[in-house]
């Protein structure tokens, strides 16, 4: 049987994820597909500079595995987009809390700045 290899560049964050703890993950796949799965981290010398999966095995075998693992990535891409919404949601309604309690303290600081200014012009 004719065996190819196919590759996929992935990030760290989303290649962690596809690997799971202790390889666990990639073994699952690599025993479901019956293909061999490895990651490569990057490498200066021959100019790739993010990480990648090699899947070899019978074609249909690694086609099914490569659509797996994108689907993984994919899913992952989501979850970090849906965290990166919730963060900037989180920081706009804190940022907007905070000028409300800045309007706040400054009117507050201008209703004393009258008080004392009441008090003064009643001692002279």
Known sequence: MTHYTLTINTTRNHAKIVIGKNQSYLQKINSRYNVNVQIHNPTIDIHRNVPMFSITGPKENIQNAAIHIYNIIHQSM????????????????????????IYELKQQISTLQSHIQEIQSKLS
Do not use: G, V, W
């Not at 989501?78 to 309690?101: G, M, P, V, W």
């Open 78 to 101: 989501f979850k970090t987009e849906a965290q990166l919404r919730s963060t900037i949601y989180y920081n706009n309604e804190k940022h907007q809390c905070d000028k409300l309690l």
